[in-house]
């Protein structure tokens, strides 16, 4: 039996409404964050889409040392806690970390689980305790069957308020694939909404030699199929100018072209 998943006055799972979930990959500053937050709920608003916004604190698995991470988890959640209250928006964010778990519930309303991390049993252990609903990320190196034993790790925990994310699949080298099988596969598998994330999966990880490189151009026609596969929602990362954005450049998309991606996607019959 499917799950409903509510968050605030969102439902999300099977019959429920297309979700998106979305904002830059990384914190920059406050004013970013808000131009991308407003707009993002103003597009949504206006297409009648739930919204959740996502950004990171901290992005801990960067590829290289030099690689710009974020304001940090104290800095971080000030800024996600002030865009929750201003914009009265849901907030979802990740942790890398047992010792953010307690900070980090105080602000989101959803954990996510970063898909590196997704078979760490004490950080989803811990993270399931909090009773917040969890996003699980399908790490690039599982399959769609091997997101079940995951998924148990935090029901174990008596917590049932879990969504799953695919984000593409190792596929040789510094590339991804996705199989749209692994959409239902996992949907009957574990019962949990599927979420697609749609520009993690054109990423091309370590593609540019100290950085991954992408291929943005395919998210909006990856979405697409996902929708028609049945996704439960779709997870995109989106800047202003994505050139200049210090994290996931490459894949992510640009926030003036949002709004005609999004009515493409929930013309699709689902």
């Known amino acids: 039996m499917a799950n409903i998943v509510k968050c605030k006055n969102i439902k999300i799972g099977k019959g429920c409404p297309l979700l998106f979930i979305s904002g830059p990959c990384v914190l920059e500053d406050y004013k970013t964050a808000y131009e991308i937050a407003s707009s993002l709920k103003e597009i949504t608003s206006r297409?009648?889409?739930?919204?959740?916004?996502?950004?990171?604190?901290?992005?801990?698995?960067?590829?290289?040392?030099?690689?710009y991470r974020g304001p940090g988890i104290?800095?971080?959640l000030e800024i996600l806690n002030a865009l929750k209250k201003e914009l009265n928006i849901p907030i979802l964010s990740d942790i890398h970390k047992i010792s953010e778990i307690e900070a980090a519930a105080e602000t989101l309303d959803i954990i996510q689980i970063p898909a590196f991390l997704c078979r760490q049993t004490d950080l989803i252990s811990e993270a399931a305790k909090t009773g917040k609903i969890i996003n699980i990320k399908k790490g690039q190196f599982l399959s769609p069957f091997d997101i079940k034993n995951?998924?148990?790790?935090?029901?174990?925990?008596?917590?049932?308020?879990?969504?799953?994310?695919?984000?593409?699949?190792?596929?040789?080298?510094?590339?991804?694939?996705?199989?749209?099988?692994?959409?239902?596969?996992m949907q009957d598998n574990t019962g949990f909404p599927i979420i697609f994330d749609a520009t993690h999966s054109v990423q091309?990880?370590?593609?540019?030699?100290?950085?991954?490189?992408?291929?943005?151009?395919?998210?909006?026609?990856?979405?697409?199929?996902?929708?028609?596969?049945?996704?439960?929602g779709i997870f995109a990362e989106v800047y202003k100018d994505p050139s200049k954005a210090l994290c996931d450049g490459p894949n992510?998309?640009?926030?003036?072209s949002v709004s005609d991606i999004l009515e493409d996607i929930i013309s699709i019959p689902r």
Request: charged share 20%.
């Open 150 to 185: 995951v998924a148990e790790k935090a029901t174990s925990f008596k917590n049932k308020k879990i969504i799953i994310t695919e984000r593409g699949t190792m596929f040789g080298y510094n590339n991804l694939v996705v199989d749209f099988r692994g959409i239902k596969i």
């Open 47 to 67: 297409l009648n889409i739930p919204f959740i916004f996502k950004a990171s604190y901290d992005k801990a698995n960067r590829t290289s040392i030099n690689s």
């Open 204 to 232: 091309l990880p370590g593609g540019a030699g100290t950085s991954s490189a992408g291929q943005r151009e395919f998210a909006p026609i990856l979405a697409k199929a996902a929708v028609a596969a049945g996704a439960d």
């Open 74 to 76: 104290k800095k971080g």
């Open 252 to 256: 992510s998309l640009y926030l003036d």
